[in-house]
């Protein structure tokens, strides 16, 4: 069995699809191991000689900081913090989500800052390596004191309470410990706020988000490229010389990879009667490139994120400290996460402006891609049925970011709707699929009108490979059945990519 070892080196991006590519196990190393026990063992200590209120140890959560909980009734206090933080909402959560919410939550309590027993992270692992998913749903966490509800639904299972998903059913947290013959954690002082607390749901769905988005980030190029060749576009604006003068490395990027999948074409390279294309052509790399430049920030946000403790308090066995504040705080992802929406739907938007102009009777192509317009509607109402998600991914770019509501009773006074933001985004990516599926059935229908003329090598592989999942359209058929098919195929080609072909 493959596995990847839980340790304090760097967990990036390429990293975590490696790991799920391969569907690696966890191990957790000796160093790792060690921490744990080490700041276990001193809290242990500190409880035994220690009587003063500690936040979220001996005392209340929230606005309840004030109250102090006899030394007798700690195990309890956790085991009620988080039944009672238990209250997601909404859809649940994918299981690919939920397997890196696991991940990231071991990853997060293995540094020895969390006090959490040995016991507890090696029962994640368990889950993790045996796919068992507990049942998160995708509302309910303000994105501050950390991800609370969700967090609260991913550790229920652990005490032996919740849902879990697993082999293809729903069964109950009892159910999966008798299973495996496990009897559910007893949690020991601060585990509970420990487990609960951190920003492991933003951060998962913000990695699952970025490993989609800088795949489908690469594919964009490559279907505007179909698209610039449908619409006998010219090669000028890529030119290596346009991008030194004007350094963005996203810039550079895309230019590259236009020039590349048109190589060879006899379309690109055939002269031009237009002096210029529109700028949803021509400015192909100025603006695919800010998307990029601008994943590219958001992703070293998130790699630190998932390289941090984010609980609280946090533990200091060297330095005999105890400290609370406010690591939970998703504010660095909130922002991060708005930012990634604006780079997706600006994708979507330029994209959904080269379908208008491949469908407007311009350059030689029929009104509507189709050879019998009147009769035939064509291509007309897809470009409608794009422009409605472009329109809402435009009206989900609103940030999550700048909003907070007032909690715990004035304690948790300003939270960062993070959580709010990274389901946002994920559905900015599902509507993003939607749109690059329906250019690529317009890009790929007015390359036929330009036969017998050949595209590139690259252009026209794709095109045969598509041509298997969706037919060119002689005469008005039933669109909803292609479009399908043929955001079936970008979900399909995009997926097979790996986050290093962003470059």
Known sequence: MDYHSIDKNWLTLEIIEEILRNKKQLALSQESENAVVKCRRYLDDKMAHHNTPIYGINTGFGSLCNTQIPQEELETLQHNLVKS????????????????????????????????????????????????????????????????????????????????????????????????????????????????????????????????????????????????DGYDGRIEPFHELIQKIRPHNGQFITSRNIVKTVEGSQ???????????????????????????????????????????????????????????GNFHGQPLAMALDYLGIAVAELGSISERRTYKLIGGQRELPLFLVANPGLNSGFMIPQYAQASVVSQNKQFSTPCSVDTIDSSNGQEDHVSMGANAAIKVKKMIDNLEKILGIELMNASQAIEFRRPLKSSEIIEKLLTDYRNEVNFIQNDTEMHIQIKKSIAFVQKYSGSLSVKDFI
């Open 85 to 228: 933080h238990a209250c997601g909402l909404g859809d649940e959560l994918p299981q690919e989500i939920v397997k890196l919410m696991l991940l990231l939550k071991i990853q997060g309590l293995s540094y020895g800052h969390s006090g959490v027993q040995l016991e507890t992270v090696n029962r994640l692992i368990e889950f993790y390596n045996n796919n068992i998913f507990p049942v998160v749903y995708e509302q309910g966490s303000l994105g501050a004191s950390g991800d609370l509800a969700p967090l609260a639904h991913l550790i229920l299972p652990v005490i032996g309470l919740g849902e879990v998903n697993y082999n293809g059913k729903k069964i109950s947290g009892s159910e999966i410990n008798k299973s495996f013959g496990w009897e559910p954690i007893r949690l020991k002082s601060k585990e509970g706020l420990a487990l609960l607390n951190g920003t492991q749901f933003m951060s998962s769905v913000g990695v699952h988000n970025l490993l989609r988005i800088k795949k489908l980030s690469k594919f964009a190029d490559i279907v505007s490229a179909v698209s610039l």
């Open 267 to 325: 379309l690109i390279n055939r002269p031009k009667k237009h002096v210029q294309d529109p700028y949803s052509f021509r400015c192909i790399p100025q603006v695919h490139g800010a998307c990029k430049d601008a994943i590219s920030h958001v992703q070293k946000v998130f790699e630190t994120e998932i390289n941090s403790v984010t609980d609280n308090p946090t533990i200091f066995p060297e330095q005999n400290e105890i400290i609370s504040a």
